[in-house]
């Protein structure tokens, strides 16, 4: 195990209908004509799993293991096995009134994680782990298509709907 010395407690869950991954380039940036969109209908999940104070959160999407569409499964796990760097991700998260916005969450830099720092999932509820990466602090400045100001040094994760919704909002 990557962390095994590192207690680690899954503290928060999120339906996720649709990941943006975007690959961070050299100059420390997003590289937005490499960011790749993956949309789910039914949701897959999103937790956030804190660890001691010296290690950075965990983030993971699973998903059922019956989730009706696994050829959309494979490709967001392929996308995110192949990062070769660091990434930003954004999560959307549908709200329970259909009329509001959707939620977004950013996490700034999305370090892959080996699939074994993981904490155990519930053996009542089987689920695929489809990507798991550690959530680090911003190292720089940048805007954020959507977001009103900048992704600040030191931020780890924002939450926030866009003024505008993206052109592929409510796409599944």
């Known amino acids: 195990m990557l962390y095994d010395d590192t207690e680690t407690s899954t503290s928060d869950y999120a339906p996720c209908t649709g990941v943006t991954l975007t690959p961070v380039g050299a100059d420390g940036l997003p590289d937005h004509d490499r960011a790749t969109t993956h949309t789910f209908d039914p949701p897959i999940t999103l937790a956030y799993a804190l660890q001691d104070e010296h290690m950075p959160p965990l983030v993971g999407l699973t998903a059922a293991a019956d989730h009706p569409d696994p050829a959309a499964l494979d490709r967001l796990g392929r996308d995110f096995r192949q990062l070769d760097t ?19 969450m950013l996490f700034v830099r999305w370090q892959p994680a080996a699939e074994d720092s993981w904490p ?53």
């Not at 990434?87 to 916005?101: K, L, W």
């Not at 550690?134 to 939450?159: C, F, I």
């Open 86 to 104: 660091l990434a930003v991700v954004e999560i959307r998260t549908p709200q329970q009134d259909e009329d509001a916005p959707d939620l977004f």
């Open 120 to 172: 155990e999932t519930d053996p009542d509820a089987p689920s695929v782990l489809l990507a798991v990466g550690n959530a680090l602090p911003a190292t720089t400045s940048h805007p954020w298509p959507g977001l009103d100001g900048l992704v600040q040094v030191g931020n780890t994760a924002l939450l926030f709907r866009y003024v505008e919704a993206p052109a592929d909002q409510g796409a599944a």
